[in-house]
């Protein structure tokens, strides 16, 4: 039971979503459907066209699904999105899901287009499907009659699209001047012109021969044309694409350019096809902030918009959160190397590993078969020893955790620790593996896996890395993993420098207006970082609640205005270092500790370099 009880903790299997607002395209029969194609349904692994999506196809009564940002950080803007896959299927979770949940965190709607797919009999593969095309003018017309319910301006509706969505979003953005449909009601009589236009490695621009291969790289497709009204266009490539060639963007930008259309268009030297939002460590995951600046210069939308209506949990928090400190500013400043530390009013705690009194610093020590004094060099931070966890390859769970307890119970706690994944570190899915802050009311147990914090129980902060799939470059971005009251999930949330949380949900993290959104992070391997958080308690009554994060001295995540508890009493009682797998089938992993203080005020890195190999 002690080897797993970190674990079961922190343990986050699957997770349920939030339900947004979904709303039919259509009030009745589907305009220019045809043939019969079965019930709607997620492809299975064994015949998806790729292992990392969501898959969905065999749809024939299309759908909006509405995921709205929350009201103190709305711009006013929304974003229908198009998924790709070809006209066959529809990448649902990859090109869907998560790009809503990306422009949530900039303030924008996103609203994502469930199509018909897949391609009804007799419609050949070298040409777009014609029916999609409907169900998108038809969305833009919903949106625009629905902007004054949903706190939308009806000139800031956009279309952005992937793959065959991208083909999808640009021609809705130039065959707005007549619908594909017989008007069905008043929502018909609204514009369908989006006023702008994202595509990220749009295919189908360029023709194809009767076997669906590009032909003819150097104009565009006959079925596509320009016209004069066409909105502005962004448009996103990879060079290495092998699905849908680059040059389906290049000769797209030059006749926008010809056409006197606003157009920007970011080319990458590799990426490949369908990289969606998720971050890897290649330049391309970065289009996201290059649209964001686009979106700004045009006035479309913002970050924090700075005339939105200020919340309740802003008005309770008056005087906003103060300014993080950084660098070399904190405790460790005075005490070159750390030497002598611990003799700091403000410090709790301190062990740099040098001493072999373990079991008299920590209160426990689990699963001690694991875990060793590390000696070699390079598993070693500062001086001549470090912590080392170690989670041997296989099925079963297991948890390595060093716990303290902080017996007297405090409002805020600052916990810093140098770490180093080891050189070969490869897990996939539920792992704990950094530092976390709890507090836990008298009588509560210890380990309540999947009992929601409710205010008076227990409220938790692990600093640690996520990585859902094998697309995400190990260890997986950092991230701090929370049970709070308001959490999501049975099982606590994510949240992401960038204001993403998982699990996936319609609504960013609510962090008020004063959240600043920065870039999501992934460690290097076999390097050693000097990470630091701070939990702060929230005063009762008040949204006043805190998390920060600093790596190296630098802030890399803030998220203000949390609510943490109702009762005054439930303190921040402990502290942990672990390292924790679900089901490490791929290796053994290991994970190193070293230089840990835990403070009632900012740390900051070790300030003798000397000390660090």
């Not at 017989?182 to 595509?199: L, M, N």
């Not at 611990?342 to 410090?347: H, K, L, Y």
């Not at 949390?562 to 797998?581: G, P, Q, Y």
């Given at each position: 039971?002690?080897?797993?009880?970190?674990?079961?903790?922190?343990?986050?299997?699957?997770?349920?979503?939030?339900?947004?607002?979904?709303?039919?395209?259509?009030?009745?029969?589907?305009?220019?459907?045809?043939?019969?194609?079965?019930?709607?349904?997620?492809?299975?692994?064994?015949?998806?066209?790729?292992?990392?999506?969501?898959?969905i196809t065999s749809v024939s009564k299309?759908?909006?699904?509405?995921?709205?940002?929350?009201?103190?950080?709305?711009?006013?803007?929304?974003?229908?999105?198009?998924?790709?896959?070809?006209?066959?299927?529809?990448?649902?979770?990859?090109?869907?899901?998560?790009?809503?949940?990306?422009?949530?965190?900039?303030?924008?709607?996103?609203?994502?287009?469930?199509?018909?797919?897949?391609?009804?009999?007799?419609?050949?593969?070298?040409?777009?499907?014609?029916?999609?095309?409907?169900?998108?003018?038809?969305?833009?017309?919903?949106?625009?009659?629905?902007?004054?319910?949903?706190?939308?301006?009806?000139?800031?509706?956009?279309?952005?699209?992937?793959?065959?969505?991208?083909?999808?979003?640009?021609?809705?953005?130039?065959?707005?001047?007549?619908?594909?449909?017989?008007?069905?009601?008043?929502?018909?009589?609204?514009?369908?012109?989006?006023?702008?236009?994202?595509?990220?490695?749009?295919?189908?621009?360029?023709?194809?021969?009767?076997?669906?291969?590009?032909?003819?790289?150097?104009?565009?497709?006959?079925?596509?044309?320009?016209?004069?009204?066409?909105?502005?266009?962004?448009?996103?490539?990879?060079?290495?694409?092998?699905?849908?060639?680059?040059?389906?963007?290049?000769?797209?930008?030059?006749?926008?350019?010809?056409?006197?259309?606003?157009?920007?268009?970011?080319?990458?030297?590799?990426?490949?096809?369908?990289?969606?939002?998720?971050?890897?460590?290649?330049?391309?995951?970065?289009?996201?902030?290059?649209?964001?600046?686009?979106?700004?210069?045009?006035?479309?939308?913002?970050?924090?918009?700075?005339?939105?209506?200020?919340?309740?949990?802003?008005?309770?928090?008056?005087?906003?959160?103060?300014?993080?400190?950084?660098?070399?500013?904190?405790?460790?400043?005075?005490?070159?190397?750390?030497?002598?530390?611990?003799?700091?009013?403000?410090?709790?705690?301190?062990?740099?590993?040098?001493?072999?009194?373990?079991?008299?610093?920590?209160?426990?020590?689990?699963?001690?078969?694991?875990?060793?004094?590390?000696?070699?060099?390079?598993?070693?931070?500062?001086?001549?020893?470090?912590?080392?966890?170690?989670?041997?390859?296989?099925?079963?769970?297991?948890?390595?955790?060093?716990?303290?307890?902080?017996?007297?119970?405090?409002?805020?706690?600052?916990?810093?620790?140098?770490?180093?994944?080891?050189?070969?570190?490869?897990?996939?899915?539920?792992?704990?593996?950094?530092?976390?802050?709890?507090?836990i009311a008298p009588g509560v147990p210890?380990?309540?896996?999947?009992?929601?914090?409710?205010?008076?129980?227990?409220?938790?902060?692990?600093?640690?890395?996520?990585?859902?799939?094998?697309?995400?470059?190990?260890?997986?971005?950092?991230?701090?993993?929370?049970?709070?009251?308001?959490?999501?999930?049975?099982?606590?949330?994510?949240?992401?420098?960038?204001?993403?949380?998982?699990?996936?949900?319609?609504?960013?993290?609510?962090?008020?207006?004063?959240?600043?959104?920065?870039?999501?992070?992934?460690?290097?391997?076999?390097?050693?970082?000097?990470?630091?958080?701070?939990?702060?308690?929230?005063?009762?009554?008040?949204?006043?609640?805190?998390?920060?994060?600093?790596?190296?001295?630098?802030?890399?995540?803030?998220?203000?205005?949390?609510?943490?508890?109702?009762?005054?009493?439930?303190?921040?009682?402990?502290?942990?270092?672990?390292?924790?797998?679900?089901?490490?089938?791929?290796?053994?992993?290991?994970?190193?500790?070293?230089?840990?203080?835990?403070?009632?005020?900012?740390?900051?890195?070790?300030?003798?370099?000397?000390?660090?190999?």
């Amino acid at each position: 039971m002690l080897s797993v009880i970190i674990g079961l903790l922190l343990v986050c299997p699957g997770r349920s979503a939030e339900e947004p607002v979904v709303l039919p395209v259509w009030p009745g029969a589907v305009p220019g459907d045809h043939g019969t194609i079965g019930p709607e349904r997620v492809r299975a692994p064994s015949e998806a066209p790729t292992k990392d999506a969501k898959w969905i196809t065999s749809v024939s009564k299309p759908t909006l699904t509405v995921f709205r940002p929350p009201d103190d950080t709305h711009t006013g803007t929304a974003i229908i999105i198009c998924p790709g896959g070809g006209y066959w299927n529809l990448a649902w979770d990859l090109e869907g899901e998560e790009v809503a949940a990306w422009l949530n965190t900039v303030g924008v709607t996103g609203v994502v287009l469930k199509y018909r797919v897949p391609r009804r009999p007799g419609q050949p593969e070298r040409l777009p499907a014609p029916g999609p095309l409907l169900d998108a003018q038809r969305a833009v017309s919903i949106v625009r009659s629905r902007a004054a319910e949903w706190g939308i301006h009806s000139n800031r509706i956009g279309i952005a699209g992937f793959s065959a969505g991208g083909h999808l979003a640009v021609s809705t953005a130039t065959r707005f001047d007549e619908r594909g449909y017989e008007p069905i009601d008043e929502i018909d009589k609204v514009s369908c012109r989006p006023d702008f236009a994202i595509a990220v490695y749009p295919g189908y621009f360029v023709e194809q021969n009767p076997a669906g291969r590009e032909t003819n790289t150097t104009v565009l497709a006959p079925y596509m044309w320009i016209p004069k009204a066409t909105p502005p266009i962004f448009l996103v490539h990879a060079s290495d694409d092998s699905v849908a060639g680059a040059e389906n963007s290049l000769l797209m930008y030059q006749a926008l350019k010809r056409a006197d259309v606003p157009a920007e268009l970011h080319l990458y030297a590799q990426g490949g096809h369908g990289f969606g939002v998720r971050k890897n460590n290649l330049p391309c995951s970065g289009w996201t902030d290059q649209c964001v600046a686009w979106l700004q210069a045009q006035g479309l939308a913002v970050a924090r918009p700075s005339k939105a209506r200020p919340s309740k949990r802003q008005d309770d928090a008056r005087s906003g959160p103060a300014p993080l400190p950084e660098g070399q500013t904190g405790i460790a400043s005075r005490y070159p190397g750390d030497r002598g530390i611990e003799r700091d009013p403000a410090v709790i705690f301190h062990d740099d590993f040098e001493r072999d009194d373990l079991r008299q610093k920590w209160d426990n020590v689990f699963h001690q078969a694991n875990i060793r004094i590390a000696a070699e060099p390079e598993n070693v931070n500062g001086g001549q020893r470090a912590l080392e966890f170690t989670v041997p390859q296989k099925e079963a769970e297991v948890s390595n955790a060093f716990v303290k307890r902080l017996k007297d119970g405090y409002d805020t706690i600052f916990l810093r620790f140098y770490s180093r994944f080891d050189p070969g570190f490869d897990q996939i899915g539920s792992s704990h593996n950094g530092g976390f802050l709890a507090a836990i009311a008298p009588g509560v147990p210890f380990a309540t896996p999947g009992v929601r914090a409710d205010g008076r129980n227990k409220f938790i902060a692990s600093f640690e890395c996520w990585r859902a799939d094998a697309r995400t470059p190990s260890p997986g971005e950092l991230n701090v993993y929370c049970y709070h009251p308001e959490q999501r999930d049975v099982f606590g949330d994510h949240f992401f420098p960038s204001g993403k949380v998982l699990p996936f949900s319609s609504r960013p993290g609510s962090f008020g207006r004063e959240f600043v959104a920065r870039p999501d992070i992934i460690p290097e391997l076999g390097r050693w970082y000097c990470f630091e958080f701070m939990l702060k308690a929230n005063t009762v009554g008040q949204r006043d609640g805190r998390i920060a994060c600093w790596v190296d001295g630098k802030p890399i995540a803030d998220f203000p205005n949390l609510k943490l508890r109702d009762v005054d009493t439930l303190k921040i009682n402990f502290a942990a270092l672990d390292l924790h797998i679900k089901s490490n089938k791929l290796r053994p992993n290991k994970k190193g500790y070293d230089d840990v203080v835990i403070a009632t005020a900012y740390v900051g890195p070790l300030t003798d370099r000397s000390k660090l190999r």
